[in-house]
């Protein structure tokens, strides 16, 4: 099972001419502990004679009115979950080459220093000296936490500095009192962290990262793309994939079936008669011209100038093929011109 790593690498990119740039980001489960990766990474850099700084972050839930009247919040602060880290490109791979295996063993030590604390608070000692009289395991559980957080403070600053002589244990007080005392032992018994040590294979894998796409490889491939072509019919797809004597023959759509042909046209001046002997509201024949349209639905008026010009011989002034204008008044179903 591999562990979380304790900082993420992006590929550095070149700013400027002999400076590259790389944004790191320190993905701990808590704020506290990114913070403290961060501070061993800013230590880092200072030993690796390349630059840093806290990238700002804004805050989403900013606004005027919940700064000045409502809960505080202001507009932004540093982002301690990253860091913006640049110089010349062989000093920049040199650390970053090196800040994995810092981090490990700064974590490393600190671990360690965590468990000299749980030794001691279950040894007969603490009993008898009285230091955990007045604790219950959620106050203990609190004096761990921030006793490692005191010893991981400590090694990083030994980073730079180098650790002093262990000194010893004061019996007389509690160790949450002496992260700085428990780190200069575990510093002196693992032997150090060498801030500088950085394998040169792993600094050539940096410096690789660092160089430019080639675009020139990049357009090659994209000239090479072909853009396959579509056959046309059935034989030409076979064609291409085997003996054209396999391909179906084609399906031709059958005719459309001829339409009836139109009723002979009636006498001029012949108009059907309806049940009752009168005229009849169907379309009747007027002159061999084609049968006008049935009058449902228009008003009276545009009824009558129907009919008398199915009616009129052709060329007189009634036979006209225009439709009345009241046959485009709105009217309702009882043929009553409806009110605009």
Same mark, same amino acid.
């Given at each position: 099972? %591999? ?12 700013f ?66 990253r ?30 220093a965590?468990?000299a ?38 090694? %990083? ?53 660092m160089?430019?796409?080639q ?11 072909? %853009? ?33 042909a ?61 439709v ?17």
């Open positions: 099972m %591999t562990s979380r790593p304790y900082v993420e690498i992006p590929r550095p990119y070149e400027s001419p002999d400076r590259f740039d790389v944004e790191l980001n320190f993905p701990a489960s808590s704020r506290k502990r990114a913070e403290q990766h961060q501070s061993i990474a800013w230590e880092l850099a200072r030993i690796h004679d390349v630059e840093a700084h806290t990238p700002y972050k804004i805050n989403p839930r900013w606004s005027v009115y919940e700064e000045n009247w409502g809960n505080g919040q202001r507009h932004g602060g540093p982002d301690y979950r860091l913006e880290v640049h110089g010349n490109p062989r000093s920049l791979a040199r650390y970053l080459a090196a800040l994995q295996r810092v981090l490990t063993a700064v974590e490393r030590l600190a671990t360690r965590a468990r604390f749980g030794s001691w608070r279950r040894s007969l000692l603490a009993q008898f000296e009285g230091h955990l009289e007045y604790e219950d395991p959620t106050t203990l559980r609190i004096r761990a936490q921030d006793f490692r957080s005191a010893a991981l403070t400590q090694l %990083t600053r030994f980073l730079a500095q180098g650790a002093p002589d262990a000194g010893h244990r004061d019996s007389s007080r509690p160790l949450w009192e002496q992260a700085d005392t428990v780190a200069a032992e575990v510093w002196a018994q693992a032997g150090g962290v060498n801030a500088w040590e950085a394998p040169e294979d792993e600094v050539q894998e940096q410096l690789q990262r160089l430019p796409l675009l020139s490889v990049v357009e090659a491939m994209e000239s090479r793309e072909v %853009t396959p072509q579509v056959p046309d019919t059935v034989e030409e797809l076979l064609e291409l994939s085997g003996p054209a004597e396999q391909a179906p023959a084609e399906h031709v759509p059958a005719a459309a079936p001829a339409t009836r139109a009723p002979a046209p009636a006498p001029r001046g012949h108009v059907p008669a309806g049940r009752s002997g009168a005229r009849s509201r169907r379309p009747g024949w007027a002159g061999g011209r084609a049968p006008v349209p049935r009058s449902a639905g228009l008003c009276p008026a545009a009824r009558e100038s129907v009919r008398r010009s199915a009616a009129a011989p052709p060329g007189s002034l009634l036979a006209s093929p225009f009345h204008p009241a046959a485009a008044l709105p009217h309702d179903g009882a043929d009553r011109p409806v009110a605009a």
